[in-house]
């Protein structure tokens, strides 16, 4: 499968706990973006990341949250003692060049759910 | 005022109507305009792509944007039940701005 993969699906985690959420992009493609979905609401951009920089992370929550997207291995995004508004789908996209121009490869996305 | 307004909707039409979906957007600067098509539980696939102003058409879609009015809009002919999902509007600056900024989604439902 060269489609973006995202995991874990699904993840359900108490208040105050941790939520890593790991994806890997299409091959090929060194650039990639985060994305949060509430319900009935559109996608809203967290991040921009190329391979071991950040280059847009004006979406990004000042604090708990935080991205990289290292040499080796996938992007990951991290969220640290996770509060109920921080359930949501979390949609990772890659393409093949970082112009902006809009064509995202989008995965299935990772939803999480904070008790 | 949201850069990009969407109707969320719902849309609902039955099979064969010509469905109209439209977004506004208030920044001047975006030259990329995308349509996405997200089935319940799936992430958003690309289904339409314009550069700047004019119409692009592909098989039963059509896509337009009218730059002057900073209004696009996502035709779909002979609607199925298939075509049933939310279609988000996106749009992006280009070179220099690298975010690409959705609307709220418009959700579709076409009845057999």
């Known amino acids: 499968n060269a489609g973006v993969m995202q995991n874990p699906r699904h993840l359900v985690r108490r208040r105050g706990q941790e939520a890593r959420l790991r994806c890997s992009p299409m091959k090929g493609h060194s650039h990639v973006y985060w994305y949060r979905q509430l319900p009935e609401e559109g996608l809203k951009f967290m991040v921009y990341l190329q391979k071991e920089n950040i280059i847009d992370e004006s979406g990004m929550p000042k604090e708990r949250f935080s991205a990289e997207f290292p040499k080796e291995g996938p992007s990951i995004l991290r969220i640290q003692q996770v509060v109920r508004g921080d359930s949501a789908a979390y949609f990772c996209a890659s393409s093949p060049n970082g112009q902006g121009t809009g064509e995202l490869f989008f995965g299935e996305g990772s939803r999480l759910t904070v008790l | 005022q949201k850069e990009v307004e969407q109707d969320p909707g719902p849309l609902s039409v039955p099979e064969g109507a010509i469905v109209s979906l439209n977004c506004t957007y208030s920044n001047s600067a975006f030259q990329y305009f995308m349509w996405y098509r997200q089935y319940s539980r799936k992430g958003p696939e690309l289904l339409m792509y314009t550069y700047s102003s004019g119409n692009k058409e592909d098989g039963r879609f059509t896509a337009q944007v009218d730059k002057s009015s900073k209004y696009i809009s996502l035709f779909i002919r002979d609607s199925q039940p298939s075509d049933s999902a939310t279609y988000l509007c996106?749009?992006?600056?280009?070179?220099?701005?690298?975010?690409?900024?959705f609307g709220a989604g418009t959700r579709l439902f076409v009845k057999a």
């Open positions: 996106a749009m992006s600056a280009g070179t220099g701005g690298f975010k690409t900024i």
